[in-house]
């Protein structure tokens, strides 16, 4: 009997415990990797300091420039009303056929210099079935 | 209207009849009405075979009045790619999911004991089965005509031309399908007062866990080879929302067994049921619905609150019925040991769990956010990468030393005799590890892990192998051969633990080895990058009707072999969008992976990545599919006999 009462704390802890201390670990994780997902606008005003910062906006076609010697790409993210340089090292698949672009990284000096770049494009093709 | 409509339209009707002629059976006991309603079943199932037909028959007439066609396919587009467009949108992926769900159903309903349980099962994926039709013969109607016939159709957008496409959205949806089915047994269970749903489940489970991974793995693998979208694996909150189902179902796997075995976990079992089936269309919703951002979701289609609301309604009446039948599910307490099998299952379920509950808190989070506070956050890779190596660390270390535990308790001296060799084999690999330029401490420790628990298999196989040679005079060998038929269940699972184990150490080479080097290569000069020296030997250049492709012809050499490798930028002369193909080499021990970044006649400039090890992935999940075909081999063929023999 009492072994068998023993055994019911093993399980308690393990039920109770263990999943507290996870989330006390998660949650430390989680506040280091939260960031703001901000539109150009918002990066323009605010003090966007942190790192992995998601900024969306529309890429301008006709300011989409790669340099071959640097191996860099540089376009301008706009929200309509502001307007962003984005610095980004390689090319971007679907960019000249994008919808929606969401650049990933730190905003410096007035350019977002990206370290991933998210390309909504499939969508063009339902988006204009609705306007269609 | 179209006549695909209305055989959608009279589909719905008989998943209704059907439904109704179960309910009669299951209330009035009467046995005609069964034969009634696998009748109306096997029409319906008929009837959406016959829809999905002629969806994909106009794809390839290139019927482009239909709006469906119109929208996702063109003229240029290649036979396979026009057959991989019938899901490219949300209507044909709707259709596609109600039409695999219908098969399991008939399926089901050919195959398994015609009694309550069965029957209250099939009456529950029949509800499922009617939100499906009622969404394809409403919002979401594929065969929509419009009111003018375009020349030509939107085409299927660039990077879904893959053949990534062809099997990924297929496979994944045959496992998200199937996972309906413990679903829909956990409750007929309840309802039916029966614990054989258990037993019932099982083939089933097991062969939509193959394919829900698998789908998931083409998925990665597709990414892989498609650059932007971050390597094999991105946490991005589609992929999460794939992976969620594919975790609890693995933890279920796992459970089942206890309550098959030791009648316990009852009502953690239904729970599980119900989670992996409502993860599952959370799923299918998050990547359709626009909810959240990310690289896959293909645009709004006005379905998410419906989704939501079926979600709602999901959770609701299943947690009703097991309230209601509480009863049903109390479980006996059978951890006696922390050293017992069932504790290790119980720490497998633990892990799982867990990593299941933080991918979906990471994937929501974002959402609920907006909802609460109005502003927009999101959430870093950072996160899961911080959390998931401890889980699958911990899962490998598992999965070695559950082979040795007992039911009950394990005693120390087993426990010791047992782990000795395995240890020494885990700590010797250190060195040698070690001088093979693998210095990273962090992932030292899982080279450690992996082959502790590898030799854990192999010395339990061959120690089970010479009593069973002892014990039944055949070979050693040929029991080596004998023992897999005979302990089937017991030596797929382990076969599949092993293939685990061999993904993990290909996920360590991956994560901590792999190395980016930038550059630009001359034509025809010799230029070494890191262990290999790369030949840039001109540029290709293939034009048709659609596109322009440059292909960037390299030869990769070193000291003793030498090999081709092909990466390619291509022009649409539709959307004026240049997309990267790489070119991957794979070598035995790593992957010479290519992304072309520009290039001209004299010159190309390319970023080349060295991912060692990420062969072992491929071969870990080729291990998997022997490891699951022997769980799934039927009892007729060898067991029996050598069983008596």
């Known amino acids: 009997m009492s072994k068998i009462k023993q055994m019911n704390k093993v399980k308690l802890l393990a039920m109770v415990a263990l999943p507290v201390i996870f989330i006390v670990l998660i949650s430390g994780v989680f506040s280091q990797n939260v960031s703001p997902y901000v539109s150009v606008s918002q990066v323009k005003q605010g003090n966007m300091t942190q790192r992995n910062i998601q900024v969306y906006g529309q890429a301008v076609m006709d300011t989409i420039n790669y340099n071959r010697n640097t191996n860099i ?37 007035g350019v977002i210099q990206a370290e991933k770049i998210l390309v909504k494009c499939p969508s063009k093709y339902e988006a204009a079935a609705k306007e269609g | 209207m179209d006549i695909g409509y209305s055989a959608l339209a009279v589909a719905l009707i008989a998943s209704a009849i059907s439904f109704v002629s179960f309910v009669l059976y299951l209330r009035k006991q009467d046995e005609s009405q069964y034969g009634f309603a696998r009748i109306a079943l096997v029409i319906q199932t008929v009837l959406l075979t016959a829809a999905i037909s002629l969806l994909l028959y106009y794809f390839l007439i290139h019927d482009f009045n239909v709006e469906y066609v119109a929208l996702y396919s063109e003229r240029s587009l290649s036979l396979e790619y ?82 990534g496409m062809l099997f990924h959205p297929p496979t994944l949806f045959i496992g998200y399908a199937g996972f309906t089915i413990p679903f829909a047994f956990a409750l007929a269970g309840l309802l039916a007062e029966s614990e054989l749903w258990i037993f019932r489940v099982r083939k089933w489970m097991i062969f939509s866990w193959l394919f829900l991974g698998f789908g998931i793995f083409l998925g990665g693998w597709w990414s892989y080879t498609v650059l932007g979208w ?129 991918v979906v808190w990471g994937t929501l989070f974002p959402m609920i956010n907006e909802a609460v506070t109005h502003s927009k956050m999101s959430v870093g890779p950072g996160f899961y990468s911080a959390i998931a190596p401890w889980i699958i660390l911990s899962l490998a270390a598992l ?59 192999v010395e339990d196989y061959l120690v089970d192998a010479k009593n069973y040679a002892g014990k039944t005079k055949v070979g050693f060998f040929r029991s080596m051969g004998h023992l897999i038929l005979v302990r089937r269940r017991r030596y797929g699972g382990y076969i599949v633990h092993f293939s685990m184990i061999i993904i993990f150490i290909g996920l360590l080479g991956t994560n901590f080895y792999e190395t980016t080097h930038s550059v630009t290569l001359q034509k025809d000069t010799p230029t070494t990058v890191g262990e290999y020296t790369f030949t840039f030997n001109g540029m290709t250049v293939t034009q048709d009707t659609t596109q322009t492709e440059y292909g960037v012809n390299l030869l990769v050499s070193d000291g003793s072999f030498k090999d081709q490798l092909t990466a390619k930028l291509t022009n649409s002369s539709k959307t004026e969008s240049m997309i990267v193909h790489v070119g991957v080499l794979s070598l035995p021990f790593q992957d010479v992976y290519v992304i072309p970044d520009a290039v001209d006649q004299s010159s190309a400039t390319v970023t080349i990545n060295y991912n060692p090890l990420i062969s072992f992935v491929w071969y870990g999940f080729a291990i998997t599919f022997v490891g699951v075909l022997v769980c799934l081999l039927p009892r007729k063929i060898g067991g ?6």
């Open chain 2, 399 to 457: 999965m070695g030393v559950c082979i040795i535990l007992r039911w009950g308790a394990t005693s120390t001296d087993d426990l010791v005799r047992k782990l000795r060799f395995p240890l020494i084999a885990g700590v010797a690999t250190l060195p040698v590890m070690y001088f093979l330029g693998f210095t990273n401490p962090a992932s030292l420790t899982g080279f450690v892990v992996a082959v502790f628990a590898v030799a854990l298999h």
């Open chain 2, 230 to 358: 971050g390597g094999y694996w991105a946490w991005d909150p589609v992929e999460n929302s794939s992976l969620v189902p594919w975790l609890l179902a693995t933890a279920l796997l796992h459970s089942v067994m206890l309550q098959e075995s030791r009648r316990a976990m009852k009502l953690w079992n239904v729970l599980l049921s119900i989670g992996t089936f409502a993860t599952v269309i959370l799923a299918t919703f998050l990547t359709r619905s626009g909810l959240i951002s990310s690289v896959h979701s293909f645009g709004e289609s006005g379905i998410g609150p419906i989704f939501t609301a079926y979600l709602g309604i999901i959770l609701a009446v299943s947690l009703g019925i097991l309230a209601f039948k509480f009863d049903q599910v109390k479980s006996m307490n059978v951890f006696q040991s922390a050293t017992g099998r069932e504790a290790s299952f119980l720490f497998n379920n633990l892990l799982f769990v867990v990593m299941g509950l933080t």
């Open chain 1, 73 to 109: 790409l540089t376009f301008d993210l706009t929200d309509g009303n502001n307007t962003v340089t984005v610095q980004y090292r390689g090319i971007v698949n679907n960019l000249q056929n994008s919808t929606e672009v969401v650049a990933i990284g730190v905003y410096k000096g």
């Open chain 2, 82 to 163: 026009t057959i991989s467009a019938l899901w490219g949108g949300a209507s044909g992926s709707l259709l596609l999911w109600a039409w695999l769900l219908s098969l399991f159903m008939t399926a089901i309903a050919l195959r398994e004991r015609k009694d309550r349980l069965t029957g209250y099962a099939l009456g529950i994926l029949l509800t499922i089965n009617i939100f499906f039709l009622s969404l394809l013969v409403t919002i979401n109607n594929p065969f929509t005509r419009l009111t003018f016939t375009p020349f030509d159709g939107n085409g299927l957008n660039p990077l879904l031309v893959n053949p």
């Open chain 2, 640 to 645: 029996a006999k050598l069983e008596q023999g």
